[in-house]
């Protein structure tokens, strides 16, 4: 398979990763060469082998329903770009 | 300063031969010193060392020491440390100073056991040979024209050039054992599970593993010893009992069986590093070892495998990047997905930027079935060949790396290149199985060679114990670069 400039543009907006003109051919080229090196993996006839998800076999653990976090709200908004009275601050999404 | 392993220095410690604090001034000035030509280290701040140093004196002074109070070591920045900068190698955190500590963070603190600084590392432990980090590329200590390897290139280097005794580390498909093999230090995997990733900057979050690094087996013995435990916070913590990672150190290693997987003997593996692998078998067997010939026939789709499901990971988990809650935010935007849009953008570097694009598109609709779903069936395919070959041996025994430390740039514009760095270690951590890398040999410009031993689930004590008999009966891992 080989990835088009468009196939380039598509993947970038579902990253959200704003990718320059000038900078498609590039990724193109790149990201096709790795595709190059997946593919090989395509003519494995894997009929039957259930797929691995995780490393180990694990099971969701539970914990009692109590509270177990301090309120540290100060401390994690300290670092964010822009917040108000609490609140994370973004663009106007709602007219 | 001659270079001290964590057991030397913690002798001294109990001794009363020297303090923390003397201990950290000593390796501070180093640090000054040489890490302007090396690049080993993103953030140093003496001050906290030094009042960590103190408070770990403090400890030994009311007789609450443990057996590493004092001990100083250096943490790769993928690890959140209150109050410290934590990058991850990245423009994105530039400017993140954690609000709370990794587990493994904790468990420092808790053993009393100054942090030095916040190694650099290829952005989000992407990487293998330091040089995608935004902080610019870690030089190797055996010569600076050289990659350190990665993506826990500033561990190694700082190890290996004695600016710390001892470094955490990750590894997600060789980040610990490769940069330990081309930096001359020894770095353990354990098996996925036993280190918490509570606070572990999450990369590829099924593979993502943390480790020590240090000058011997035994001191990474002693490190794990402090790092591995179980935490409610991580899911995929597991509930065991706590083991003393020392135990085995001493036991004499007649009767082991090392597996020799054909695979890892082939027409990739450089001369040198052969002959030095097999030096080090024949070492072996003088110990009293056998050895046994074992296939992994489906390794070789590992490198394929792991480029699918290690991106579609990373293209999960970095999608917390947004420029909302924490990290950088692109100065000039419009509406909110032009601000996610430019902030990605301007916030991650390249190496990062295509393995989210990779991860996306196999993830995405039409294409998640031939891609990720046939990646995860090969995962298992993959883990059954070490299954099938742990019937017939105890430890299995290869290179960590094809080749010693390469050039700085040699490979920084090629990904597919790079990404073979890794064939030798990658079916490792789809297996989720332990594997270490100690010191075998010097190739002909004097570069270390690295030998990869890969235990079973749980053999990490047995691991250490083959590794440091082997070091007792070699001198390789006592070495040290002249800087």
């Known amino acids: ?95 | 300063m001659p270079q001290h392993t964590i057991k030397q220095l913690a002798d001294l410690l109990a001794g009363g031969k020297s303090s923390s604090v003397e201990l950290c001034q000593d390796y501070l000035a180093r640090i000054a010193n040489l890490n302007p030509s090396l690049n080993a280290f993103i953030t140093v701040d003496a001050d906290k060392t030094l009042a960590e140093a103190r408070t770990a004196d403090a400890l030994r002074a009311s007789g609450q020491a443990g057996p590493l109070t004092g001990v100083p070591v250096a943490h790769k920045d993928i690890f959140c440390a209150e109050g410290w900068l934590t990058t991850c190698g990245s423009r994105m955190l530039s400017n993140f100073v954690s609000p709370y500590d990794a587990h493994v963070i904790s468990r420092f603190k808790a053993a009393g056991m100054p942090c030095l600084g916040k190694t650099n590392m290829d952005e989000f432990a992407m990487g293998s040979s330091n040089e995608t980090s935004f902080y610019g590329p870690v030089k190797n200590p055996w010569d600076t024209g050289r990659v350190p390897g990665g993506s826990s290139g500033g561990s190694a280097a700082c190890v290996a050039a004695g600016l710390a005794p001892g470094a955490t580390a990750t590894d997600t498909g060789g980040s610990i054992r490769q940069p330990a093999a081309l930096c001359g230090v020894t770095g353990l995997k354990p098996t996925y599970g036993v280190v918490s990733r509570y606070g572990m900057i999450a990369f590829a979050s099924s593979l993502d593993q943390g480790g020590p690094m240090a000058n011997t087996a035994e001191d990474c013995a002693l490190l794990l010893n402090v790092m591995a435990g179980f935490d409610g916070r991580d899911s995929t913590s597991l509930e065991r009992d706590s083991e003393d990672y020392t135990r085995d150190l001493a036991k004499p290693l007649a009767g082991l069986r090392i597996g020799l997987p054909k695979e890892f003997f082939g027409e990739g593996l450089g001369g040198e590093t052969r002959q030095a692998v097999e030096a080090a078998i024949e070492q072996f067997k003088k110990l009293g070892a056998t050895t046994v010939e074992v296939g992994l026939p489906n390794s070789g789709l590992s490198v394929a495998a792991y480029y699918v499901i290690a991106p579609a990971e990373a293209s999960s988990n970095l999608s917390r990047f947004d420029g909302v809650r924490y990290g950088y935010r692109t100065p000039e935007y419009g509406d909110l997905t032009d601000m996610y849009e430019k902030t990605r953008a301007e916030g991650f570097g390249a190496e990062v930027k295509r393995r989210i694009m990779i991860g996306t598109y196999v993830l995405s609709h039409g294409y998640y079935d031939a891609y990720y779903i046939q990646a995860q069936r090969l995962r298992r395919l993959i883990a059954n060949d070490f299954a099938e070959a742990y019937r017939q041996c105890d430890i299995i025994l290869g290179p960590t790396s094809p080749t010693t430390a390469f050039k700085l740039g040699e490979k920084a514009d090629d990904p597919v290149q790079m990404y073979l760095s890794d064939i030798y270690t990658i079916a490792v951590n789809l297996a989720g199985l332990p594997g270490m890398s100690l010191p075998c040999g010097y190739d002909g410009q004097g570069l270390p060679i690295g030998l990869q031993l890969i235990g079973d689930y749980f053999s990490e004590a047995r691991m250490l114990n083959v590794a440091h008999q082997y070091q007792l009966a070699t001198d390789w891992h006592t070495r040290t670069p002249s800087l």
């Open chain 1, 1 to 95: 398979m080989s990835l088009t400039p468009e196939d380039v543009g598509r993947i970038a907006r579902l990253a959200r990763i704003r990718v320059a003109g000038d900078e498609a051919a590039q990724y193109q080229n790149q990201l096709n060469g790795i595709f190059d090196l997946i593919a090989e993996m395509q003519a494995v006839d894997t009929t039957g082998v259930a797929p691995m998800a995780h490393a180990r076999d694990v099971f969701q653990r539970l914990r009692a329903d109590e509270v177990t976090e301090t309120d540290r709200r100060e401390a994690y908004q300290a670092v964010a770009p822009q917040t108000e009275a609490g609140l994370y601050l973004v663009p106007k999404v709602i007219e």
